[in-house]
């Protein structure tokens, strides 16, 4: 059977466990299920490379002992194995030796849950997955297609979508920023790590050594405070044959930003931050006064520009939102004009991140200048902006029609010989000043259009129409019967 072929009966199989509610659930049974097979996959391989490598889970407990045997336990003594000695086992495994990768299996059986009630429906996955064979460089390759599909559907399984950024813009972040092997790049609110297997396979693909690709162990860094997206994220990059993924289960504004060090800088910051979030547990606070605020975007962008080496550079992705405002927004804009050089903002329509959010996002991209705490002078001198237009007759994406990697070719083509067009046109510092570093600018080559909506954009601004007038209505009513 294909691999997809595997996954489609699993699937069908969990449809019918009492245990699970909802697609996210089921993709996170899938997820821990998934994780722990490919470790230890991965394990045998290392024991097979290296006679000294002890794996850091416990014999009993190690898939092959358990899960690999298809007549193997089943039934109520599956589930009670699970539940009552697997998860409890890997929960507290000794991390005292600090083996990263026990710290690994730690945390994502921590973070992660087993829903399944019928331990005859897990005995039927794990047997499915058993058809796989990590260490089989063929099957390896097709599961990572594979496993691109699944994360993909996290973006229509409620809030979850929110840690999945379309693998057209990671893949073209990357190719514009193109990391070099030894520099350090970190995405500080990695999701399913998007960015960071975008950047090993760049990487990848101009080294051949054993040595050099170990190198990017350490070198590729991202940072997530949610469970599954962790999980999804580590499982992302062993496959992509990293043994020790250097992701980091944590809240990124958990730290006051003057505990960073130089050694703490990256070369790169691919990331698509959380947007429209409130910060939790006061972590504004981290922050110094005149940058303090609820809203998580902006914090991001100050931390972002802050972990950046001088000379380094990054490419995110930020909502109109964070363009434009006052107070501690207009603060933050400034900061990012005078510490670094943004050069370009790539303008996406609203619908790229659907369904999870209609909102407009932009791609920024800037290189760090310099530190800059008092200095009057602007690093930007001029920012160039792209609009991003829809395909030809494409209303909106949507999940049957994401952003293609193919649309950016003419931003490609133009990056490295810019000519003003009626999708492009520059901006100059002077103008942005006068904005109060407002940088939400539209096309100056664009007659006024008629915007055209989605049907679900339409209804929004129907209803909200709808309870603007009953509300005038409930006024005006009031006002007669008070007399007035």
Known sequence: MSITGVIESIRKIMWQDSG???DAQRLEQLGWMLFFKVFCDKDQEMELMDEN?????????????WASDDEGMTGDELLYFIDRELFPALRNLDLSTGNQRAVIVHEVFDGNNNYMKSGINIRKVLNKLNEIDFNNTKDKHAFGDVYEGLLKDLQSAGKSG????????????????????????LDPACG??????????????????????????DNIIGWEYKP???????????LHDVEIPNITYRDSLDKPLSEYREKDRVDVIEANPPFGGIVANNNENNFPQNYRTKESADLFLILMIHLLKVGGRAGIVLPDGSLTGDGVKQRVREKLLKDCRLHTIIRLPNSVFQPYATVATNLLFFD?????????????????????RLPEGQKSYSKTKPIKESEFNPIKEWWNDRKESETCWKVSIDTLKDRNFDLDIKNPHKAEETQEYSST?????????FLKSANLLENLKKSLDDGV
């Open 192 to 217: 399913t790590g998007g960015y960071l297997t975008a950047v090993i396979e760049n990487i990848s693909k101009k080294v051949s050594s054993l040595e050099d690709l170990k190198s990017l162990q």
């Open 162 to 185: 929110e840690f999945y950024t379309p693998r057209a813009i990671t893949q073209f972040i990357t190719h514009i920023l193109d990391p070099k092997l030894g520099e350090k790049v």
């Open 368 to 388: 760090k200048v310099h530190h800059n705490n008092d200095t009057s002078s602007f690093a930007t001198k001029e920012v160039w902006y792209y609009e991003h």
């Open 457 to 465: 954009e339409l209804m929004d601004k129907l209803s909200k129409s």
């Open 53 to 65: 490598y002890v794996s850091p889970i416990p014999e009993k407990y190690r898939w092959e002992n």
């Open 20 to 22: 699970l509610n909802g």
């Open 228 to 238: 599954l997206p962790y999980l999804l994220a580590t499982t992302n990059l062993i």
